[in-house]
């Protein structure tokens, strides 16, 4: 099992209105080949910072397979006006938790 993580800065004046736009497009992730499940978690001493947490069968499902996808470019196109920055993803290994 592998897990992305992605770190997701979001400007404070958008919090609200990025929850809404993830949930219209987290369908085009959760349908992704490999996908095994998502949790979008928000900073408690930073609110601004989001981390997405996504199982996937194994890396290749998310690099290349996902991000190299129209799915993925839509995704972003969704979220990106929302982030204050580049987000951060870097992946972990492990099991079910």
């Given at each position: 099992m592998v897990y992305e993580i992605a770190v997701l800065p979001v400007h404070k004046e958008r919090i609200e209105t990025f929850r809404s736009a993830f949930a219209e497009v987290a369908p085009l992730l959760t349908r992704a080949k490999g996908y095994g499940g998502h949790m979008l978690a928000q900073g408690i001493e930073t609110p601004e910072q989001f981390n997405l947490i996504v199982r996937w069968q194994s890396l290749e499902d998310h690099t290349p397979g996902f991000?190299?996808?129209?799915?993925?470019?839509?995704f972003m196109m969704g979220l990106e006006e929302y982030f204050s920055e580049e987000p951060r993803v870097y992946h972990v290994e492990?099991?079910?938790f």
């Open positions: 991000e190299a996808s129209e799915d993925h470019r839509l492990g099991g079910s």
